[in-house]
């Protein structure tokens, strides 16, 4: 079972950004499959975790780089966006082991549940607006 599905709709255009969330929703899934073992795989899921906030941090660092370059005047609200997110999952991964004893399932449609609200919405405005700065400095 899934609880990140991918469809076609949250597609920005950008390759590479489209194909880094394929890869959040894939691992959001791996997750939770790792919270679906009977005992839970701490260890697993800690390890997935930590691999979920390094491709996140990867991904966000991207975004960012493309808003810095172009001037993105919703660069302060989208960059907090992405820091609690990040601090989300940090915060869960400084939990002890003991800590992750029965991470619920729902905390992995949190993660799905954000990042399709934030592709649908801050994501998609993001690359609308660098669409038109990158036409508009070719004179297009």
Do not use: C
Not at 41 to 70: C, K, P, S, V, W
Not at 75 to 80: G, L, N
């Amino acid at each position: 079972m899934t609880v990140a599905v991918w469809r076609d709709e949250y597609r920005t255009g950008h390759d590479t950004i489209d194909q880094q969330h394929r890869d959040l929703f894939a691992q959001v899934n791996h997750i939770y499959a790792l919270t679906q073992t009977e005992p839970q795989d701490n260890l697993g899921i800690r390890a997935q975790l930590a691999d979920f906030a390094a491709m996140a941090i990867a991904h966000f660092d991207l975004e960012e780089a493309l808003m810095t370059q172009y001037d993105y005047p919703n660069f302060e609200v989208h960059f907090k966006t992405h820091r609690a997110l990040v601090n989300k999952v940090q915060a869960l991964l400084e939990k002890p082991d003991r800590g992750l004893d029965g991470l619920p399932a729902e905390v992995t449609q949190v993660l799905a549940d954000w990042m399709v609200h934030h592709i649908r919405g801050e994501d998609q405005q993001m690359i609308r607006f660098l669409r038109e700065q990158s036409i508009a400095a070719v004179g297009g």
